[in-house]
């Protein structure tokens, strides 16, 4: 089987830009689930610890099967190269520990994941890293943020859980004149519906957890990077060192997730448009958050910078968060918990879960409110998904 660059994304999935047989002529490739590589003498440990031979040493560092799953998402967010993470949150910290260092500043989106927003506000600083909050869907705003100490501009878009459209290449027009990298979060599109890395981002980061690996069974995260040099400097200096490293288990559990990416992500899709469309005529739901209506304040940027709208809606509930308690209750099909990206439909209240840090007061000047409801849209007949949430709601 040879080299072949242009398959398309549903192709990609499965066998990769490299179509070639795995070992032993299996279908699938195999799970190397051990910890420790062998030598067959002092000159290839030399070879190998010189970083002169692609054989491994330990699976803390590398394995075939983390090798496999980083190449595949590398090639599926047309970067270099890439390196798999124990979780999303080790891989997010890692790379602003490694792009940062005492007296930095980082910008950040003032609507963030609530453990992304805690690692910048809380833990960062404790080592000497400033940060400046910032919106980010203003791009004058930015340009009057940035200092001589900036050095990272780091956002999710769409934003969690706000779904806030951030205009990619407007930011890597401002901050590469003055050579910021931007770290863009990129959880909620994945890459079939947007790639960073191709509108001027320097590290593409996700939580493979949800989308990617699709099926809520395995924890894992990624980033992945044009700059092949970064790549190892991140994995070698920090993955390997903090210790998050995915397991060989978890890797293939992703790879097999990835196959379906594309399929899933369609109708994701599909049963998110009819159930913004049905949120959006409800009379008990105000100010619904979806970037694929085109009320929304970020439709024409996601229009521009994504080849599609994601799965994740958020929206209020009318008369506050007594309604949002019996709204809740009164759910059959669609499942409270806090993860995203499942085959379930799976919703949640922000302020009491994943945003939880924010503080209370500063809500709604972080894009959030208390009777905020978000949407994880699964895979369920869209029809079966809609007349759960209007029984709740009708329970009002």
Not at 272 to 288: C, D, G, R, Y
Request: include cysteine; hydrophobic fraction near 40%; charge should be negative.
């Amino acid at each position: 089987m040879g080299v072949n660059k242009n398959y398309r994304f549903d192709t990609k999935v499965i066998h990769g830009n490299e179509f070639k047989k795995n070992p032993e002529n299996a279908l699938n490739p195999p799970i190397f689930q051990t910890t420790t590589f062998v030598f067959d003498d002092l000159e290839h440990v030399e070879k190998v610890m010189s970083f002169q031979s692609q054989d491994y040493v330990y699976t803390r560092g590398n394995n075939p099967t983390l090798r496999l799953f980083e190449n595949r998402l590398a090639e599926l967010e047309y970067g270099k190269g890439a390196v798999a993470f124990s979780s999303g949150m080790a891989a997010i910290s890692s790379v602003l520990f490694s792009l940062l260092k005492p007296k930095d500043n980082v910008i950040i989106h003032k609507t963030l994941y609530g453990s992304s927003y805690n690692v910048v506000t809380n833990i960062l600083p404790k080592y000497g890293v400033n940060y400046k909050i910032v919106d980010l869907t203003d791009i004058s705003e930015l340009e009057k943020s940035i200092d001589d100490s900036t050095k990272v501009v780091y956002f999710e878009t769409p934003s969690n859980p706000n779904l806030s459209i951030i205009d990619i290449e407007e930011v890597a027009r401002v901050c590469h004149k003055k050579d910021i990298k931007i770290v863009v979060d990129n959880t909620f599109a994945t890459p079939y519906f947007q790639n960073p890395l191709l509108l001027g981002a320097d590290v593409v980061v996700h939580s493979a957890t949800k989308y990617i690996g699709g099926h809520g069974d395995a924890l894992g995260g990624v980033a992945v990077s044009q700059d092949e040099k970064y790549i190892h400097y991140l994995k070698f200096d920090y993955m390997c060192e903090f210790g998050g490293v995915m397991s060989p288990f978890n890797a293939w559990l992703m790879l097999r997730g990835i196959k379906t990416l594309g399929i899933r992500m369609r109708q994701h899709e599909k049963n998110a448009i009819e159930v913004a469309n049905f949120l959006n005529s409800h009379p008990k739901v105000k100010n619904v958050m979806y970037p694929g209506l085109k009320s929304f304040k970020g439709y024409e940027i996601a229009k521009k910078q994504m080849r599609g709208f994601g799965a994740i809606i958020s929206f209020e509930i009318e008369g506050g968060t007594k309604n949002l308690e019996k709204f809740i209750s009164n759910l059959r099909l669609c499942q409270l918990a806090v993860s995203l990206g499942d085959t379930e439909t799976l919703v949640e209240v922000p302020s009491l879960m994943t945003h939880r840090g924010y503080p209370k007061e500063k809500l709604v000047e972080f894009g959030l409110s208390e009777s905020m409801v978000r949407i994880s849209v699964g895979l369920e007949d869209y029809n079966d998904i809609i007349e759960d949430l209007d029984q709740a709601l009708n329970q009002i």
